[in-house]
C-alpha cells in the first residue's frame, strides 16, 4: 500500500511540474507542445476515475514532468526552476482558499461532466478554449490569483493565454490529485530519494 501511494504521489507531482514547465515555455517562448499537453487536459476530465494511470492516459506521457521532478528534488542549484516552484507554492496556496468556496468546486464538476467532447490531439484548442472561460468563471475569481510571468508578445495572444489557463486548471487538478493521494511537503522531504528513483523508473 505504502508504494503504491508513493507511486501515486509521484506521478501527480510530475504532473504538476508538467503543467507549470508548459506554462512557463508558453510565456516565455509562445511554445506549445500538444503531445505532453494531451494527458494534461484529459485529466481535467477525469473526475471519477480512480486509476491514476487513466487519469493521464498513460504515465509515460509524464515523462517530462517526471524527468523535471527528478531534476528539482535530486539536481543542484543550477537544474533547480525558481519560476516553476512559484507556480507550485502559488496553486497550493489557491487550492486552500478555493475549498472555502464549495459553489466553485460544484461548478467545476458539473461543467467537466458536462462536456462530452473526447481529447485528441486535434481538438486540444477546442478543449483549452471550453476550460479556460471555465477557469475564468470559476478560479478566477479567488485570491490571490496565480501572476504568469513571460514576454507580453505571447501572454497577449488569446490562443497562449487560454492554454496557459488550460494548464493552471490541469495542475490544479493534480495537485488535488497529489493531496488526495497523501502527498504533503514533509513527505516530499522524508521520501525526496524515493520518489526521484520513481520518476525515473516509471
Not at 505532453?36 to 477525469?46: A, D, F, M, R, T
Request: charged share 25%.
Amino acid at each position: 500500500m505504502f508504494k503504491q501511494e508513493l507511486k501515486n504521489e509521484t506521478i501527480s507531482l510530475g504532473a504538476i511540474y508538467q503543467a507549470c514547465n508548459e506554462i512557463k515555455k508558453i510565456a516565455w517562448q509562445g511554445e506549445i507542445n500538444i503531445n505532453v499537453i494531451e494527458p494534461l487536459i484529459n485529466s481535467v476530465y477525469q473526475i471519477t476515475s480512480e486509476n491514476i494511470d487513466d487519469i493521464y492516459i498513460s504515465t509515460k506521457r509524464l515523462n517530462t514532468g517526471l524527468d523535471f521532478l527528478r531534476r528539482q528534488l535530486v539536481g543542484d542549484a543550477f537544474s533547480r526552476d525558481a519560476e516553476v516552484t512559484r507556480y507550485f507554492e502559488a496553486i497550493g496556496i489557491l487550492i486552500k482558499n478555493m475549498n472555502k468556496e464549495e459553489d466553485i468546486f460544484n461548478t467545476l464538476r458539473k461543467q467537466l461532466a458536462e462536456q462530452t467532447m473526447p481529447v485528441q490531439e486535434d481538438n486540444l484548442g477546442d478543449h483549452a478554449l471550453f476550460l479556460s472561460n471555465l477557469y475564468l468563471s470559476t478560479v478566477s475569481k479567488v485570491e490571490p490569483r496565480i501572476i504568469v510571468n513571460g514576454d507580453n508578445k505571447y501572454l497577449t495572444d488569446k490562443k497562449n493565454a487560454a492554454m496557459i489557463r488550460t494548464l493552471l486548471l490541469c495542475a490544479i487538478r493534480s495537485y488535488i490529485l497529489w493531496k488526495q493521494s497523501g502527498g504533503s511537503k514533509f513527505r516530499i522531504f522524508i521520501f525526496k530519494k524515493k520518489i526521484a528513483e520513481l520518476a525515473v523508473t516509471l
